[in-house]
């Protein structure tokens, strides 16, 4: 069984973010979504009711919402994932995300997949899809409304 943990904190849980959601379904058995508890912003969010609002949407679905404390990379491991599932929202998220998911590859061997609706997709640069080739990713048409981004 192939899993995907598609982690953050989910503050508010947004269309994109759902979208991202039900392309990684096409992708992988399971979807685990990973709130990540960050206790300096702990007064900025309600966990049950986020927890709950996602559940809703995926209702029925092979989705599971939890929280969770601590490396992103060790939840990814507990919770059994093959994958870190990212969502690139432009070019200029393209650096934090690639070293992001350089770094989690090289300590625990969990490639990171980037689903990108049409709309993100138009935004990344050709500058930026010769740097992701450069850097041994590789962009693959995954279905006629997104693009799939392994590194």
């Not at 096409?26 to 986020?50: A, M, P, Q, T, W």
């Not at 996602?54 to 990814?76: C, D, K, P, W």
């Not at 049409?118 to 997104?146: C, H, L, W």
Request: glycine residues 8%; charged residues 25%; proline residues 2%.
């Amino acid at each position: 069984m192939k899993k995907g943990l598609f982690p953050g904190s989910f503050d508010p849980f947004t269309k994109g973010h759902e979208d991202v959601v039900r392309q990684a379904l096409l992708l992988f058995d399971h979807v685990e979504i990973g709130i990540g508890i960050n206790e300096s912003k702990k007064y900025l969010f309600n966990l049950e009711k986020r927890i709950a609002h996602i559940q809703n949407l995926f209702a029925g679905e092979r989705v599971t919402v939890s929280a969770y404390n601590g490396l992103t990379i060790s939840y990814a491991k507990t919770c059994g994932a093959d994958f870190l599932i990212r969502g690139l929202r432009d070019s200029r998220d393209f650096s934090y995300e690639r070293a992001i998911a350089h770094t989690n590859d090289q300590l625990s061997g969990i490639k990171s997949v980037f689903l990108l609706t049409r709309q993100e997709y138009g935004s990344i640069n050709a500058t930026i899809v010769r740097e992701i080739f450069m850097n041994g990713g590789d962009i693959k048409p995954f279905v006629t409304k997104s693009e799939l981004l392994v590194m």
